[in-house]
């Protein structure tokens, strides 16, 4: 604004002022109270509103009021206005001050308003009006009027008339922002309103036409706020009005913001309910992560919407090698099974996502922390500890040793889980004796347990696993063929030895070798999706009419190719389970694995949400009671982790009925209230809520089906209320609620050596001496809480808990729903269903390595992660941390950051193996030069 | 077509290098491998890593005329080819050693191995429970009671064969056992254990008195020379000593009870001082009255007196209790005063038995005068007894069975003494690095060392041989020293009340065990029997059972001579 106005209004003001000083001193005696106790300045700027106010309304019709002279008065209300300052808990002065003239101005709008063919400077004074109006009426006016935004249109369509007739006001630019930010808040809203009034009111969405006005206003809004650090108010504004996809053609994003704006778009994703609105919003993230060339945060968003095709043009679009090999390393850890071709370095990124260094560095940070010395089971249950426990089980005491098969293949387990991954053990690699202390299925377990113990080492592996597919034991050919498997998982070998060891087995006519296969391949190959794996598991899926041995093969090759096409919505694979369950007879469905053909089924549309719904419907067709357990359990696993309210409500609504038998899919649907709400904190808070009433309320099915709920939610996470929780259930009177209960601490507390469930788990194992299910629970349960020696987690979240792993949650729903039914899967032959654990296990390590893929040891802050999304400035992304050098372990609800400035990491969340570089402008500091 | 291809071949954590001659097919191929592997041919898995080769593992009859090598080097950049070789020499070994499955055997022997089981509850039958377990553990009657035939089908031969049954039941089952024909069978011996209260249930009964009325009837039964022959295989009748029965046998404590008139006595107490001095100036001295008597248990008097109401004596210990009721005063006829006078009581153990039982006086008879229509009640004394895993009755022995028992207590005495000295300098001399050599000298010297001693020792006492037997059934060189195995606790304010359980010691303790804190006892493991919960617990846990609050206290303690 030019001083020379400013004069000018002060030199009216004050002739205003004398000519009116009697109606002003009639005013005065009123407000004398009001205006007793304002100062000197207050007093002096509320008479000069007053003036201005007076000379606006012109209520006498001056005609030496002119037009140019109201305006200029206008202008001073304007100024006073935009300059106001205040504390944030009072109201501007100014503001104040013209409260009791609204309405006045707002009639003498009114009587203009509708007036045409207005002069310019009329026009002007109208739009100038409008303005005003629009900053008082943000306060004054009712809100649900939105009178603020009508006021703030009609002033831009007269701006508009005004530029149209070429003399464009100097007003018009800039006419929003100069208002302040809490004016262009209040209007964003006011936006929102009105956008949905129209929606309500007819208008079609997909056309721009309707909206033009106010979309206009928001191409103006949203850079402003963009600008001015308040990204959320901007993208919160564009989801309002449908128009995310603005956000792309701006130039106001760049490499300052750009984080803070993805950031939120991916963390308010998903609170969005339509699928729709979802999809949009990452697609949004995708875009600007590409724009901004920041494609390791792309690669992540692929992931997270399973847009696996973008993988491609991802990588080739990335110049930069190192950033490339990370991305390779978060293709593996998430267990994509892509090849790259056509690249200079294909062979090296292929290393990387086959995790073919996984062993190497699990083994070398196992030698870091100095944890390389085998354990034994008996150093896990620390029988020595027990307050009274069990002395006349003590081994060696007696000379005559009788050994328990129950108890020794509970010690293989532990052993397999322990010892998972370390190469080495004190049962199974020294000699095979131990082998022939189980019995049956025991020794099939404990050859399988090999797998288990040289996890991710493919090449030496099979070495020392190959002596024992020559045994005359059929059960230890098993063991030794699911090994092959096992070993496997997670890992890519171009000589493919699991499926080439295997497929003679599947086609085979031993029913045992071929249940081990199916598990060996379905452990070996989760999420790869390959197609040469699904064919050969397919006609074990169709063949029929072996009664129970026979379903219990069809069963397992199902569950195999649901971890192998987890989330993939493949066709093929579900046309034929869906066929298999249609055409089974009432005994096959009957047998309680039937659930592990449905839960094949279900994984197969893992997080995939509504791609599920056509699969429901023909599930729903079965006539048989499991039906109704297959549907639940598609729906919730088709919304896992998606944090939907309206699905969790479906679910308690199942829990609703009071059934004491056939509640199979009772129990799917609030194990399912925990797979929808993993992994978001408000949803899982309000899960644990309604827990407590279904345990209050609720029957028995429905009771034991709540540790394993509460498991789901806490995987590798040994939260302190949640384990209080899970501590009083498995005091339960009712065996199977205390069993699960039992299984759900191991479950939440895997691999984190948590030493308050240690000694929970060791007092749950004197109480239930006497128990054989339940010891045998206690052992499963000290096996995953020690699992890899407290290495490793089975957590599914991964990349700063934004992406899910398939495989990792296949794996532990495999151990979950056999829970449904201990007695006839876990507590009875299909034990070694256990080692399906193993997809879900992973090093929860943090390594920092050079641009070889070298190891390179710097200091790291590792504390509780905090969330940052939507907050100002650059606010602290850990809280309670401690400065390590990696190799560190990190904790499930853990976060790390460079403790030093020498190196940069590729990429920002660090996780697994992070590339790190020299920091080019880094300077030491003088003082270590000194040293 | 190429004549030879490198190929490298991956093999565990090794890597061959091989110049495959195209012609020899796989049989040259794998037979080129088992040269540098040691790995049988016929078990060789080959899988191919590169690209463009077979599929899967390499069939015998695979013709690699049909792979394109060239194809397959240029998609490796020249470089060698890559295989996988999956293999061992290793042959698996069968077991060395058939394993036994406790799941696959029979009942009887799981329960070995097992923890024992318990008794059920047949409706306040606690007392029966803990006293038949107490008694379990009593070998020498579960020996006695194996041949045992009833001569007649009396109530008392039912009960004792009922017994023996229960005791068979238990050995062959992990689950617990409901004793119903035992039960049964004890009501009839005893109609007393058959009240019932006033709504029907079984009153509350003592396990003293059962334990007592058991012994009674073995007393009465088990007489036959077969059975004591089955229970204490080694006894000649000069150790029996007079014990006719397998009750008096391994419970019986053959007592010699003195009285000496106290009247006579300078020490007597002064106000009897005057007659006393009379009568001893007279020369006129009662003689000490020698009698025996029989007991199948020893008291533990809680109290403080002989008739429990003078309380100037506060018993603490197991050993207190025992001396007060083996000594009192009584009022009597002297026939040389010719009038009651006050004689002194003292009993002491003529004959030791192999199981020792103490009753702690917990209960008695309170007599209330004042109250309406009861002359009294039954109380329990709650006052802590502390008790230690070791009681030596040395001191309440005869003295003829004192000199019997001192010769091996000093000799056990002097070999420790020796076993401290030659630790001691063993270990002066020298440093712990030849410790098994110094350990063998040492007990060598050991063994000379207490030869010689053993011959002064002899030498000393006259020339006089090993030890008269002190009683039937016991160790050689028994000292006096019982072990305790079993205790039978009660719980409850009321006499009329309460609950019963046997703490019983479990009898696999091997010689590995700990200390109890920085006390020379050992902290071995027991079974506490709840009826029919059975669980395990310590010596430590046993020690408190001395009572002085609200948890259990012992009733009825049981020892065995120690070895």
Redesign the interface.
């Known amino acids: 604004m030019a001083p020379k106005d400013t004069n000018a209004v002060t030199v009216t003001a004050e002739s205003e002022k004398k000519k009116e000083t009697d109606p002003k001193k009639l005013k005065k005696k009123e407000d004398e109270n009001d205006d007793s106790n304002l100062s000197e300045e207050d007093k002096e700027l509320k008479e000069r509103l007053e003036t201005c106010v007076s000379t606006v309304l012109n209520e006498k019709n001056e005609a030496n009021v002119t037009i140019p002279i109201r305006l200029t008065a206008l202008d001073v209300i304007v100024n006073e206005l935009r300059t106001a300052t205040a504390s944030m808990t009072s109201v501007p002065k100014p503001l104040k001050f013209l409260r009791p003239h609204f309405a006045s101005i707002k009639d003498l709008y009114k009587t203009m308003e509708n007036s045409t063919g207005l002069a310019n400077d009329a026009l002007e004074f109208r739009a100038r009006l409008a303005d005003v109006l629009a900053v008082l009426a943000m306060t004054m006016g009712k809100p649900q009027d939105r009178e603020s935004l009508n006021f703030k249109l009609s002033g831009t369509k007269d701006y508009e008339t005004l530029a149209s007739k070429g003399a464009a006001s100097k007003h018009a630019e800039d006419n929003l922002g100069s208002w302040g930010h809490e004016f262009v808040r209040s209007l964003a809203g006011e936006i929102g309103q009105e956008y949905n009034q129209r929606v309500i009111d007819g208008a079609d969405l997909d056309s721009d036409e309707p909206f033009k006005d106010i979309l206009a206003m928001v191409h103006v809004i949203v850079p402003f706020h963009l600008t001015h650090n308040a990204e959320a108010e901007a993208i919160d504004l564009l989801i309002e009005v449908q128009r995310l996809k603005f956000l792309l053609q701006l130039d106001s994003i760049n490499e300052h913001n750009y984080q803070r704006i993805c950031l939120y778009l991916i963390k308010t994703a998903g609170y969005m309910s339509d699928p729709d609105d979802l999809q949009e919003m990452f697609d949004t993230a995708f875009e600007i992560y590409k724009k901004q060339k920041q494609y390791f945060d792309a690669l992540l968003v692929a992931l997270k919407m399973d847009k696996l095709d973008e993988i491609p043009s991802l990588l080739s679009e990335c110049e930069d090698v190192v950033v490339k090999k990370q991305m390779c390393l978060i293709l593996g850890r998430h267990r994509v099974n892509y090849e790259v071709e056509d690249d200079p370095d294909e062979d090296e990124l292929n290393e990387l996502i086959g995790n073919e260094k996984l062993s190497e560095h699990f083994l070398k940070v196992a030698q870091d922390l100095d944890v390389l010395d085998p354990k034994t089971p008996e150093d896990i249950y620390k029988s020595h500890l027990a307050e009274t426990g069990g002395f006349s089980r003590r081994r060696d005491t007696s000379g005559a040793q009788v050994d328990s098969a129950r108890a020794n293949l509970a010690s293989t387990f532990v052993n397999a889980f322990v010892n998972a991954g370390f190469g080495k053990d004190k049962l199974m690699t020294p000699d095979s004796e131990w082998l022939y202390k189980n019995k049956e299925h025991g020794m099939m377990a404990a050859a399988a347990s090999l797998g288990s113990i040289l996890l991710w080492n493919v090449e030496e592996g099979l070495t020392q696993i190959d002596k024992f597919l020559y045994s005359n034991e059929e059960y230890v050919k098993a063991g030794a063929a699911l090994a092959v498997g096992i070993l496997s998982s997670g890992v890519r070998n171009d000589a493919d030895p699991a499926l080439a060891l295997l497929s003679e087995h599947v086609e085979g006519d031993s029913h045992i070798m071929k249940c081990a296969a199916c598990t060996g391949l379905g452990i070996a190959y989760a999420g790869s999706g390959r197609e040469d794996v699904m064919e050969m598991l397919v006609p074990v899926v169709e063949s029929s009419g072996g009664g129970a041995t026979n379903f219990m093969e069809v069963s397992l090759a199902g569950l195999a190719l649901g971890m192998i096409f987890v989330g993939k919505c493949d066709d093929t694979v579900g046309g034929t389970i869906v066929q298999r369950l249609m055409e089974a007879t009432d005994e096959e469905l009957d047998h309680s694995h039937a659930r592990y053909l449905c839960l094949g089924l279900a994984l197969l549309f893992l997080g995939q949400m509504e791609k599920a719904d056509a699969m429901m419907e023909a599930v729903r067709t079965i006539e048989h009671k499991i039906s109704k357990y297959a549907v639940i359990m598609l729906e919730t696993a088709a919304y896992a982790g998606s944090g939907n309210v309206l699905k969790v409500q479906e679910m308690l609504h199942q829990c609703a009925e009071h059934l004491t038998e056939d509640a199979e899919h009772q129990m799917a649907a609030v194990l399912g209230i925990g797979l929808i709400t993993m992994g978001e904190d408000v949803g899982s808070e309000m899960a644990l809520r309604s827990f407590d009433h279904l345990l209050h309320y609720c029957e028995l099915p429905i009771k034991r089906a709540v540790p394993l709920s509460l498991a789901v939610l806490n995987i590798s996470n040994p939260d302190y209320a949640v384990i209080d929780q899970l501590s009083r259930l498995s005091h339960d009177p009712d065996s199977e609620i205390s069993q699960n209960a039992i299984i759900a601490l191991g479950v939440v507390s895997a691999g984190t050596n948590n030493s308050r469930v240690a000694g929970l788990l060791r007092q749950l194992g004197e109480f239930y001496s006497k128990e054989a299910g339940h010891v045998f629970c206690v052992r499963i349960a000290q096996g995953l809480l020690h699992m890899g020696k407290g290495l490793l987690t089975i957590n599914p979240f991964h990349a700063d808990r934004m992406l899910l792993n398939g495989p990792a949650l296949g794996g532990v729903l495999v151990l979950l729903h056999s829970c449904m039914d201990l007695k006839s899967t876990l507590l009875d032959k299909s034990h070694y269903l256990l080692y399906y654990l193993t997809c879900a296990m992973n090093p929860r390590m943090l390594i920092t390595v050079n641009e070889d893929i070298e190891w390179r040891p710097v200091t790291v802050r590792v504390g509780q992660a905090v969330e940052t999304v939507g907050q100002a400035g650059k606010p602290k992304r850990i809280t309670g941390f401690q400065t390590h050098t990696t190799p560190v372990l990190l904790g499930a609800t853990d976060r790390a950051e460079l403790g030093t400035e020498e190196v940069i990491s590729v990429s920002n969340i660090l996780e697994g193996v992070v590339i790190v570089r020299n920091n080019p402008d880094y300077v030491e500091p003088e003082d270590s030069k000194k040293k | 077509m190429t004549d030879t291809v490198a190929l490298k071949v991956?093999?565990?954590?090794e890597t061959i290098d091989v110049n495959f001659v195209v012609a020899g097919g796989v049989k040259g191929l794998k037979s080129e491998l088992e040269e540098k592997t040691r790995v049988p041919a016929d078990?060789m898995?080959l899988?191919?890593?590169?690209?463009g080769l077979w599929?899967?593992?390499l069939k015998d009859d695979f013709d690699f005329g049909s792979i394109d090598f060239a194809a397959a080097l240029s998609k490796a950049k020249g470089g060698p080819l890559?295989?996988?070789l999956?293999?061992?020499a290793?042959?698996?070994?069968?077991?060395?050693t058939?394993?036994?499955?406790?799941?696959?055997?029979p009942p009887e022997?799981v329960a070995k191995?097992?923890?024992p089981s318990g008794l059920e509850n047949l409706g306040n039958t606690c007392y029966l429970n803990s006293v038949t377990q107490c008694l379990r553990s009593v070998p020498q009657l579960r020996n006695g009671l194996e041949p045992y035939q009833p001569t007649a089908t009396s109530a008392q031969a039912l009960f004792l064969t009922t017994l023996r049954e229960t005791y068979k039941q238990l050995d062959r089952t992990t689950k617990p056992v409901a004793p119903s024909t035992f039960v049964r069978s004890t009501k009839m011996a005893f109609p007393q254990f058959a009240q019932t209260g006033p709504n029907g249930a079984p009153m509350q009964q003592d396990a003293e008195e059962f334990f007592s009325g058991l012994l009674t009837i073995a007393a009465g039964e088990l007489k036959d020379d077969r059975l004591m022959k089955a229970a204490l295989p080694f006894t000649s009748p000069k150790e029996l000593d007079g014990a006719s029965n397998l009750a008096d046998a391994l419970f019986g404590l053959k007592m010699e009870e003195t009285l000496t008139c106290d009247e006579f006595d300078g020490k007597g107490d002064d106000k009897m001082e005057v007659e006393g001095e009379g009568a001893a100036a007279a020369g006129l001295v009662e003689p000490p009255v020698k009698s025996y008597d029989l007991l199948r248990k020893l008291v533990c008097n809680i109290q403080g007196g002989v008739d429990g109401t003078s309380s100037t004596l506060n018993v603490t210990h197991i050993a207190e209790g025992i001396n007060l009721s083996l000594n009192g005063s009584i009022e009597k006829n002297s026939e040389v005063l010719g009038r009651n006078a006050v004689w002194t009581r003292k009993q002491r153990i003529a004959r030791l038995p192999p199981i020792l039982a103490v009753q702690f006086g917990r209960f008695y008879w309170k007599a209330t005068p004042d109250s309406q229509d009861h002359s009294g009640v039954k109380c329990k004394v709650m006052k802590p007894v502390a008790f230690n895993s070791v009681l030596d009755v040395y001191e309440f022995c005869s003295e003829k069975v004192k000199k019997e028992l001192k010769k091996s207590r000093d000799k056990a005495l002097q070999e420790e003494e020796d076993r401290i000295n030659m630790k001691l300098k063993g270990e002066d001399v020298d440093d712990n690095k030849d410790k098994m050599e110094t350990d063998e000298g040492k007990s060598e010297d050991n063994e000379e060392d207490a030869a010689l001693k053993a011959a002064l020792a002899m030498s000393m006492q006259d020339g006089e041989d090993a030890p008269e037997p002190v009683g039937p059934g016991l160790p050689a060189n028994f000292q006096g020293q019982y072990e305790l195995f079993a205790v039978v606790t009660h719980k409850g304010r009321d006499a009329d009340g309460g609950h019963y359980m046997a703490w019983v010691k479990?009898d696999?303790n091997?010689g590995?065990v700990d200390k109890i804190a920085n006390s020379e006892e050992d902290n071995e493991?027991w079974f506490v029997f709840d009826d029919d919960e059975v669980?395990?617990?310590?010596t430590e846990?046993v020690l408190k059972l001395k009572g002085g609050g609200d948890w259990h206290m012992s009733y009825l303690n049981f020892y065995r001579a120690k070895k």
């Open positions: 991956k093999w565990g954590k078990r898995k899988m191919a890593k590169s690209k599929k899967g593992v890559n295989l996988l999956m293999g061992s290793a042959e698996l070994t069968g077991p060395k058939k394993t036994v499955f406790l799941e696959d055997l022997e191995v097992q923890e479990a696999n091997s590995k493991d669980s395990p617990c310590k846990d």
